[in-house]
């Protein structure tokens, strides 16, 4: 979407979208990043357009016979567009659309200046595959947490852009228990969780992200993580590393999975 200008926004829903449309029309996306689950669309006009999908949210970009879907899989990822879901419509001047669906209508576009945008990040730290999440930073970080080292590493605060899943895998690949507290964690163990965070998390990029759901029938449009996952949602299967048993924990209203072998 780099370079597209924007020609129409439609906004179907007006609990989903937030700012001026009108301030958006003939402005260039300059650049896309993400934050945690914020995605940032830089535009030539000094604006930003966040979006955040929340627990239902996709988007789905449509050229002409192309479709390329994102987030929540749903069937509006191979139905026709715009669906009962379709929240905002994104048209551009070659005629490319953007779609944002929302089912539960939780997630949200808004258009910030750069100041607006430095206050929705300061909510966050660097994101996990940041160069500034440095071993250095992460002991300071753990060291002065006293909760389950799983419930710490999902904390924005401390660490973004690792999920439940992540987190779950993360700490299976580094054999550390989810329940331990974070504190206590040696440098070994620091350095063993940070590399393996990066890893699930690279591993999701390259996988396309993780679709743990019933849908089955989004070929093409939907990420692949699930496929090579260690432990998340595998209570009762045995353990690739090891072959004991994977179990299921409550922590913070979450599901946790893990290796009581192999996460001692």
Request: with cysteine; glycine share 8%.
């Amino acid at each position: 979407m780099i370079d597209k200008s924007i020609a129409i926004i439609d906004v179907l829903r007006e609990k989903s979208f937030v700012g001026e449309s009108e301030r958006l029309i003939g402005a260039q996306i300059a650049g896309v990043e993400r934050r945690s689950k914020i995605l940032s669309f830089e535009l030539s006009n000094g604006l930003y357009l966040l979006i955040h999908l929340k627990m239902t949210g996709q988007l789905i970009f449509v050229a002409h016979d192309t479709r390329i879907g994102g987030g929540h899989p749903t069937a509006d990822f191979i139905e026709s567009l715009p669906s009962k879901h379709t929240r905002v419509i994104i048209t551009f001047t070659d005629e490319t659309k953007l779609f944002f669906n929302d089912m539960r209508v939780f997630g949200w576009i808004k258009i910030v200046d750069k100041s607006g945008l430095d206050r929705e990040y300061q909510h966050f730290a660097p994101d996990i595959i940041s160069a500034e999440i440095t071993f250095t930073y992460l002991l300071q970080k753990l060291s002065k947490r006293s909760q389950p080292i799983k419930q710490v590493i999902m904390d924005n605060s401390v660490v973004a852009g690792v999920g439940n899943i992540y987190a779950s895998d993360a700490l299976h690949l580094a054999k550390i228990d989810p329940r331990k507290n974070a504190s206590v964690l040696s440098r070994a163990e620091v350095n063993r969780l940070l590399s393996a965070m990066k890893n699930v998390i690279q591993l999701g990029i390259i996988n396309g992200g993780a679709t743990i759901h019933d849908y089955k029938n989004v070929d093409g449009l939907t990420g692949h993580y699930q496929d090579i996952r260690r432990v998340y949602a595998r209570e009762g299967e045995l353990c690739d590393a090891c072959g004991a048993t994977i179990i299921r924990i409550k922590q913070g209203g979450r599901s946790t999975f893990y290796c009581p072998h192999c996460q001692q």
